[in-house]
């Protein structure tokens, strides 16, 4: 059966409760079976695209202006269910698209030809390497100028201008030129089809003189996506299940672990499903925190190695038999290719293969039918639990500090740790944040984000903009370093017009000290801003912002206390003051490693 994109199923929620129904959840324009006939003069390709948009549930577009995407942004503005916001620049308009993305399923950006482009480009990168739907739409030049041997401006100066396009074919799934009429509908339709379809980044070039011209193929309402799932082989996921089945029934002491692939696969149900009915111990890799409820009663944390959450990797590594969801195994997420795994006692369960142990493989399998048809066939076992729950010790409260001390990070996520709540959600920045945040425990219906295969310092503001538009009833907080907010800080301006109640901590150690972990040098200090006063230009008394600076605990309480009361409906920056050593004991082992594995001399030749 055709599933409508109306009701796409987004695996990843704006929580991390997978139970709970999706935020904005994709929907298509219901309406007769005849589409509605439109007004010759408004059946322009740039209202099509909007109201295409709209059907898919993206209902904020964000957008730096340039002369050739200007009319197409008018198309857009006129689109009642759309709302265009302008970003201070592309880099952050691409990662705002891919918070948006993150929690509605699909988000959208559209900038200028090439110097926004390749602007954007490296958000866009990020979302492919996340495998996030996104679009991403150009105004390119005017159709005539194709072919020709003109030079135009926003270019390097050839008459060449395919340049912006090769450089999006490496980190799309589709690209789409449109620079005639009689094929935009089809090219439109086809790239935003290929996102959700794909769950990648797609590229819309549309020429500038275009976007306001009536064409008879647009002469009706856009009729509602209808997209075939995908399906197993029924052959190849019995013959998968019946392996995995009889592979994980004679172990000892199996576990399962998810990975960020779940997201993609639309398999995170599933897998608590197969969670519920096998009863054994259930693990997270860093990269899918959020996609696995925390609350469920057989969680034993993050899986990381030798940084793993506490007496996690003991478990995970020295079971028998490990089920391992969508996992990513890169450098980073094998601590510089350090995990203790054994490739002959692992299932790995791909979005649509199956392999097991040493072999056999099984091509053509869903994850989502593997995981619950498994489910109907594992024997209850929780033998990997319990040895879990024998020998595990409570963490240790930090050491009590002096009311004037100076703060220390553990202690400003201790507090952290109390503000989350299922009307909350948590962007982590790459850096020390990304160890720290991982050691939260996320109560049922908190969101939980972050950029870990492609790890662009800087992404978490755009993220948090988007992120924020996409779900205005939960209250973000956005965990920053210094170093990192350097590079987007402008778009702080942009949370300020769209009335944002986000609270940003930003975390001033006075450097890029995840850098420093792994080779240390000059070039990792900063110069020190003056944050709060930065904020506060910004801010220039236009909306609703409250900033302040702690030095201290009690000075973190009361900034807390003021965020979440007096200032709840205000963005609130707090910068919080530490001492440029004071890192997570995971960053410290995490780093030593990761030096090492890129240290490695030249294989003799």
């Known amino acids: 059966m055709d599933t409508k994109i109306g009701s796409l199923d987004n695996c990843k929620p704006a929580s991390n409760d997978v139970c709970s129904p999706v935020n904005g959840t994709v929907s298509t324009i219901q309406g007769s079976v005849y589409p509605a006939v439109v007004n010759f003069s408004e059946a322009t390709l740039g209202r099509h695209l909007a109201r295409r948009l709209v059907q898919i549930g993206v209902n904020d577009v964000f957008s730096v202006p340039g002369d050739f995407n200007l009319t ?38 559209v900038v200028t030809f090439t110097v926004g482009g390749l602007s954007v480009l490296n958000a866009i990168a990020g979302a492919y390497s996340e495998s996030l ?17 003109r030079i135009l401006h926003h270019t390097v100066g050839l008459p060449d201008f395919s340049q912006e396009l090769r450089c999006f074919q490496t ?4 690209q789409a030129v449109v620079n005639n009429l009689e094929d935009a509908h089809d090219m439109i339709d086809t790239a935003i089809s290929t996102a959700l379809k794909e769950s990648k980044p797609v590229y819309i070039s549309i020429g500038c003189n275009l976007a306001a011209i009536p064409h008879p193929t647009f002469a009706r309402e ?111 997420s094998s601590v510089g290719y350090s995990l203790l795994l054994k490739k002959e006692k692992a299932i790995i369960v791909q979005p649509d293969r199956v392999v097991i142990g040493n072999g056999p493989a099984f091509g053509c399998v869903l994850m989502k039918d593997f995981l619950r048809e498994l489910a109907k066939r594992l024997k209850h076992n929780n033998t990997a639990y319990e040895n879990y729950h024998r020998i595990f010790v409570p963490e240790g409260q930090p050491l009590k500090a002096a009311p004037k001390d100076p703060l220390r990070v553990n202690v400003l996520f201790q507090h952290i740790q109390k503000m989350l709540s299922s009307d909350s959600a948590v ?80 975390i001033n150690n006075g450097g890029y000290t995840i850098e420093v972990e792994i080779h240390d040098g000059p070039y990792n200090v900063i110069k020190n801003w003056n944050y709060t006063a930065l904020v506060d230009a910004i801010h220039n008394g236009e909306g609703k912002c409250w900033t302040t600076k702690v030095f201290c605990e009690k000075e973190l309480i009361e900034a807390i206390e003021t965020a979440t009361g007096a200032k709840k409906d205000c963005l609130c920056f707090i910068e919080v003051i530490v001492h440029k050593d004071d890192t997570s004991k995971e960053l410290l082992e995490w780093g030593s490693r990761v030096s090492a594995a890129n240290s490695r001399p030249p294989n003799p030749q």
């Not at 739907?133 to 041997?149: A, E, F, R």
Request: charged content about 15%; glycine content about 12%; some cysteine.
């Open 72 to 109: 197409l942004l008018d198309h857009l503005i006129a689109e009642p269910g759309l709302n265009l916001i302008g970003c201070c620049n592309e880099l952050n308009a691409g990662y705002a698209a891919d918070g948006y993305a993150r929690s509605r399923g699909v988000g959208a950006c």
């Open 133 to 149: 739907p996104l679009i991403c739409i150009v105004g390119g030049p005017n159709s005539n100028d194709y072919g020709t041997n």
């Open 171 to 174: 980190v799309t799934c589709y």
């Open 222 to 332: 856009p009729v509602p996506f209808a997209l075939s799932p995908k399906l197993s082989n029924k052959m190849g996921l019995e013959a998968a299940v019946e392996a995995a089945a009889e592979f994980l029934n004679k172990a000892v002491k199996p576990v399962l672990v998810g990975g960020p692939k779940l997201r993609v696969a639309k398999a995170c149900e599933a897998f608590v499903e197969l969670v519920d009915a096998g009863g054994y111990a259930v693990a997270v890799m860093p990269s899918g925190k959020g996609l696995v409820p925390e609350h469920h009663p057989h969680f034993i944390g993050t899986y990381w190695g030798a940084v793993s959450t506490a007496f996690c990797a003991e478990i995970v590594e020295s079971a028998d038999a490990y089920l391992f969801a969508g996992p990513i195994y890169n450098d980073y």
């Open 427 to 506: 962007i982590a920045e790459t850096g020390d944040s990304w160890f720290n945040c991982q050691k939260l425990k996320l109560p049922a219906g908190c969101g939980y984000e972050f950029q870990m295969q492609y790890g662009s310092i800087g992404w978490s503001v755009g993220a948090t903009l988007g992120y924020a538009q996409a779900v205005p009833e939960k209250r973000v907080i956005a965990c920053i370093g210094d170093g990192s907010f350097q590079v987007t800080a402008q778009d702080v301006s942009t949370m300020l017009r769209c009335g944002q109640k986000t609270i940003i901590f930003l």
